[in-house]
């Protein structure tokens, strides 16, 4: 079975901090994706990023960087330099190869206060 | 209109009404899925559609009937709801491949927040 675990359940940092929300997944399958989404207070979940299985290299995205580690089988996600408008919930996604559903965690909500 | 867009986005019904939400998706994507959000609980993936079918069913009360008359469009109709089944109702859509193939992302509505009361 596919598990996600999110640990923080909320944080909080100020401006121009820098923040790393953690992700530890467990799956057996050889080829997976992993996601991160963002959801703000409008409900809505947005896309911020897909990895496969097989691509343990690094992004950065502006002032968002994922880090992929197969090894700890860990997907974190950096926020550089935070804002205001970064506050929201982060959820991490798991699906197998070739389906679309996704385990989710349970999100971490991140606060950045002014 | 672009997305995925849900309606409506806030519903309150009584434990006798029946009610349906409302999902539809202008991204030409072949799969379309229910998620519910409870407070302080993971999304949990309710059902599946893919090409019009129903492939996935997790082990959702019977109370929750889905539909899906065409690529485009997702409806959850509701029926003797409990207050248990106050939640936000996500509406999702990804093009769903086959097996050992690229997986596409999941694009969300905004989601349909009931309260039964």
């Known amino acids: 079975a596919q598990k996600v675990t999110q640990a923080q359940t909320e944080i909080s940092v100020v401006e121009k901090e820098d923040v790393t929300l953690d992700c530890v997944y467990e799956?057996?399958?050889?080829?997976?994706?992993l996601f991160w989404y963002k959801q703000p207070p409008s409900g809505e979940l947005v896309f911020l990023i897909r990895?496969?299985?097989?691509?343990?290299q690094n992004e950065i995205s502006g002032r968002y960087s994922w880090n992929f580690q197969k090894s700890t089988s860990s997907f974190n996600f950096t926020i550089t330099a935070s804002q205001v408008v970064d506050s929201a919930v982060y959820f991490c996604?798991?699906?197998?190869?070739?389906?679309?559903?996704?385990?989710f965690g349970k999100g971490t909500m991140l606060l950045v206060s002014p | 209109e672009t997305g995925v867009t849900q309606t409506p986005r806030h519903l309150v019904m009584g434990m006798t009404n029946k009610k349906s939400l409302k999902c539809e998706q202008h991204l030409g994507h072949n799969a379309m899925y229910w998620y519910k959000q409870s407070a302080k609980k993971p999304l949990e993936l309710m059902f599946v559609?893919?090409?019009?079918?129903?492939?996935e069913n997790n082990s959702v009360p019977s109370r929750f009937s889905p539909e899906c008359p065409n690529s485009s469009h997702l409806f959850l109709h509701l029926h003797t709801l409990q207050p248990e089944d106050s939640a936000l109702y996500l509406c999702a859509s990804s093009q769903r491949r086959g097996q050992g193939t690229v997986n596409t992302e999941a694009f969300f509505g905004q989601g349909t927040r009931l309260t039964v009361v």
């Open positions: 996604a798991l699906s197998e190869a070739g389906y679309s559903t996704l385990t």
């Open positions: 799956t057996r399958d050889t080829t997976y994706y």
């Open positions: 990895r496969n299985s097989f691509d343990e």
């Open positions: 559609y893919s090409l019009e079918e129903r492939v």
